[in-house]
């Protein structure tokens, strides 16, 4: 896989990665400690944390970029944070 550029908006600030191998780990330090709800931690972590990261490939072959929305404190009192991944 070539050259990656992830972003959390507001939390990460975009950066060159030579691989998504690279990139992904880095996402997932800047997610994993976060305050967010057990079940979208485990989603994201299934996007983003170890082992995963297959559907991410997948889209940036498809379509150059890959994206979801982080969603950060409480369901009434809640911050979204895109995570999007492009191909340069």
Known sequence: MT???PEITGIMFPAPFPSLDHALPVLWEH???LP???AHRDFIRLCIGPGGGNGVARCLTRGSSWSTTL???EMT???AHPITTHQP
């Open 71 to 73: 969603y950060i404190g």
């Open 36 to 38: 967010i709800r057990a």
């Open 77 to 79: 009192d809640w911050t």
């Open 3 to 5: 050259a990656v550029r």
């Open 31 to 33: 997610v994993r400690t």
